[in-house]
């Protein structure tokens, strides 16, 4: 499966944005989906996750009640609404997909930048 990110961009601190990553190329149906995050110096760190369903949805504590994961089966689409943004949530944010009867097969997309500031 191929994964585009897009909606990323610069925003004030509390400020909005939200993310798409489309899928192509397998059944979307297969994938649990999630983003993760990665800041300049910092590891790669998970955000939030969505199961093939629409269910199963966690998120990392820093960002709950503020960060909104969903997906849109027809549109083969993943999104993360973002609100209340902190200079903290800043980076790059990656797609993930993970083929949830083959764990191994996991595909990343190529990252969509976030800048917080004033």
């Known amino acids: 499966v191929q994964l585009v990110e897009s909606g990323g961009g610069w925003v004030q601190p509390g400020g909005s944005l939200r993310l798409s990553c489309v899928a192509s190329g397998s059944t979307f149906d297969s994938y649990v989906m999630s983003w993760y995050r990665q800041a300049p110096g910092k590891e790669r760190e998970p955000v939030a996750g969505i199961g093939i369903g629409g269910d199963g949805i966690i998120y990392t504590d820093s960002v709950k009640g503020r960060f909104t994961i969903s997906r849109e089966r027809g549109q083969n689409t993943v999104y993360l609404q973002m609100n209340s943004l902190k200079p903290e949530d800043a980076g790059v944010y990656y797609c993930?997909?993970?083929?949830?009867?083959?764990?191994?097969?996991?595909?990343w997309g190529q990252g969509t930048q976030v800048t917080v500031a004033s």
């Open positions: 993930d997909a993970q083929n949830i009867r083959r764990p191994a097969e996991d595909h």
